[in-house]
């Protein structure tokens, strides 16, 4: 399946501090979208990023895309505790399905 | 509140037990699906449906049954259900199948089969 891979597994920052996590995936895509999914709950959609653009900004993320690389990534700037939650990519394959990874598990300390 | 509302939020059924998961939304979404979240394994696509049609069943046991009886609803059927079918159970829709629009999930059932 095309499934995102994320990295790292788990992450722990600072308030305040940066994070970034980064995706990479095998084949061609439509899009990628990053998902965050706080403990136990539905995962929400974060951003969207098409196959021909390279970088998008939404408040405090910015999220890259190298479809030469196969890869992404999601920068949180400034973060908060209430940043702490697991981070998915999903890229949208010509295949039409939306898949996942694992996801990045971020803990930002207070 | 997402906009994709599921009941219930637990539930705990024996394996010879028959139960049902609800899905609804009232975005004015033409595709919906149904995910299953087990720890430490990717989420895992189970069913799509697109106008009430179902387009795509990944190689779920049939002992998982969805409906799909209108395009705001979503169901999904359990009979003689196994230990490892515990996990989080995800509805999620989007405006359309095959576009490319960002899913809106529901806050899950979480399933416990004993």
């Known amino acids: 399946s095309q499934q995102g891979e994320e990295d790292p597994q788990a992450l722990s920052i600072q308030e305040g501090e940066n994070a970034t996590m980064n995706c990479s995936y095998k084949t061609s895509i439509n899009n990628l979208q990053w998902y965050r999914q706080n403990s136990g709950r539905g995962l929400v959609h974060l951003i969207l990023i098409r196959s021909n653009e390279r970088e998008k900004h939404s408040g405090r993320l910015r999220v890259t895309l190298d479809t030469s690389k196969k890869s992404s990534s999601l920068l949180i700037t400034a973060s908060r505790a209430a940043d702490t939650a697991s981070y998915f990519c999903a890229p949208f394959s010509e295949s039409y399905q939306l898949t996942f990874g694992k996801g990045t598990k971020l803990s930002v300390i207070p | 509140e997402t906009g994709v509302t599921q009941t219930p939020r637990h539930l705990v059924m024996g394996m010879t037990n028959k139960k049902s998961l609800k899905c609804e939304q009232h975005?004015?979404?033409?595709?919906m699906y149904w995910y299953k979240q087990s720890a430490k394994k990717p989420l895992e696509l189970m069913f799509v449906y697109s106008l009430e049609e179902r387009v795509e069943n990944n190689s779920v046991p049939s002992r998982f049954s969805p409906e799909c009886p209108n395009s705001s609803h979503l169901f999904l059927h359990l009979h003689t259900l196994q230990p490892e079918d515990s996990a989080l159970y995800l509805c999620?829709?989007?405006?359309?199948w095959g576009i490319g629009y960002g899913y809106t999930f529901g806050s899950g059932t979480r399933l416990t089969v004993v």
């Open positions: 975005l004015g979404h033409n595709a």
């Open positions: 999620a829709s989007s405006q359309d």
